[in-house]
């Protein structure tokens, strides 16, 4: 639960695009499978591996 809301409004964006309401968008911050995901997936991984190889602490949140 959260109260962000561009958290919010991508979940909306979702439930939209579920109910046959809404087209597919751009999300802020929600990874929606298969249009976002595996990229996006992909890219976080890339980066920690990154901040590991530079000794940088790694974990940190996708932004």
Do not use: Y
Not at 15 to 22: A, H, M, N, R, S
Not at 26 to 52: G, Y
């Amino acid at each position: 639960m959260t109260c962000n809301q561009e958290i919010t409004q991508d979940i909306a964006n979702v439930f939209g695009q579920l109910t046959g309401l809404g087209q597919i968008s751009k999300m802020a911050h929600v990874w929606q499978s298969p249009f976002t995901m595996h990229k996006s997936l992909l890219q976080a991984i890339r980066r920690e591996a990154e901040h590991a190889r530079a000794g940088r602490k790694a974990g940190s949140s996708p932004r």
